[in-house]
């Protein structure tokens, strides 16, 4: 289980933290609860944002023996760094930019984190804050703080809202327990992807995206990490809007044995959509149905030679991942 409490300074992450340790313990009393604070990026790399927003989870099955509790994770990029360092902004995404947010959103999915927002409105963050003091965040902040973590909640692939009554503590404990559920249920949903590490995204996507081996990246097994505008990054990027949230990405040369065939069945028989010819030889040695599938050019291919079509790439994507139209111009007969 694995659980991220996400929130403006001030909105009570805390006390549910804290009763979500006390809750955990009791109901999971086999299992190990760990707890942390998430702090503020070491270096401002995206490169460290992803090893250790996704590199630290990539290899951990949060199934069964763990309840693992994270106050805060990534969300800092979209909340605080536009306003305390906008100089790592390129776009609204800060360090990780708009590939390095997907990459990590679709990463959580498919290690069953449940990432929770609690909300509360300015005022009440500003009593908070006046009371207790806090040296980061001003006041006059807190309005634009709000507006920020609503985009993020827009911008995420999958979150729930929490908002606990603000001048009562009374109702937390049922809060927490409803999070608890929640996260059981969302494990109990992923319980079979511990067996595809090298998968990022949800239990039942709309599309499964196959690409063919990672290109140098030799600390992960992920597919597509989008770092120094490589080919993860160009794909990352031009998905559109929500499409992205819910489509699987695997790379067919690094799943063998008939795995991918498992994992495809596993995932509800999507449609596959192979990018490029390697990904499409892995697809067929698995004896995956060709009416299941659709076969695009790669996205380095595309970067290279069609850089100003991305966003029509993209689409094109979107289209064949719901039905094979072979009169389409990138499909690759």
Request: glycine share 8%; hydrophobic share 35%; aromatic share 8%.
């Amino acid at each position: 289980m694995f659980i991220v409490v996400e929130g403006p300074d001030g909105s009570g992450k805390s006390s549910l933290v804290e009763e979500l340790v006390k809750q955990s313990s009791a109901k999971y009393p086999e299992r190990e609860i760990v707890h942390f604070h998430m702090g503020r990026p070491e270096e401002e790399s995206r490169e460290w944002c992803l090893r250790t927003w996704v590199g630290s989870i990539e290899k951990i099955n949060h199934h069964d023996s763990k309840v693992v509790i994270s106050d805060r994770w990534h969300w800092g990029e979209v909340t605080y760094a536009p306003l305390k360092r906008p100089h790592t902004c390129k776009d609204e995404y800060g360090l990780l930019g708009i590939a390095g947010w997907r990459f990590v959103e679709l990463a959580l999915l498919s290690r069953a984190a449940v990432q929770f927002v609690v909300k509360q409105p300015p005022h009440v963050l500003a009593e908070r804050i006046g009371v207790r003091g806090d040296e980061f965040v001003k006041e006059d902040e807190l309005a634009k703080i709000c507006e920020l973590y609503d985009l993020g909640i827009q911008q995420a692939a999958r979150v729930e809202i929490v908002s606990p009554p603000a001048n009562s503590r009374d109702q937390i404990p049922d809060v927490v327990d409803w999070m608890l559920r929640t996260a059981l249920y969302r494990e109990r949903e992923t319980e079979v992807l511990p067996m595809f590490p090298e998968y990022i995204g949800p239990a039942k996507p709309s599309a499964l995206l196959v690409g063919d081996r990672r290109n140098g990246e030799d600390y992960t097994t992920l597919p597509f990490y989008p770092i120094n505008g490589n080919s993860g990054e160009y794909l990352l990027s031009n998905l559109p809007s929500p499409y992205w949230k819910n489509i699987g990405v695997i790379n067919g040369s690094e799943i063998c044995g008939g795995r991918l065939h498992l994992l495809w069945q596993a995932l509800g028989n999507p449609r596959v959509v192979a990018l490029g010819r390697l990904a499409e030889k892995s697809i067929k040695k698995d004896s995956i149905p060709a009416d299941k599938v659709s076969v695009l050019p790669h996205p380095q291919y595309v970067r290279r030679f069609h850089h100003k079509d991305a966003a029509e790439y993209g689409q094109a994507i979107k289209r064949l991942s719901i039905a094979t139209n072979q009169e389409d111009r990138w499909i690759l007969r």
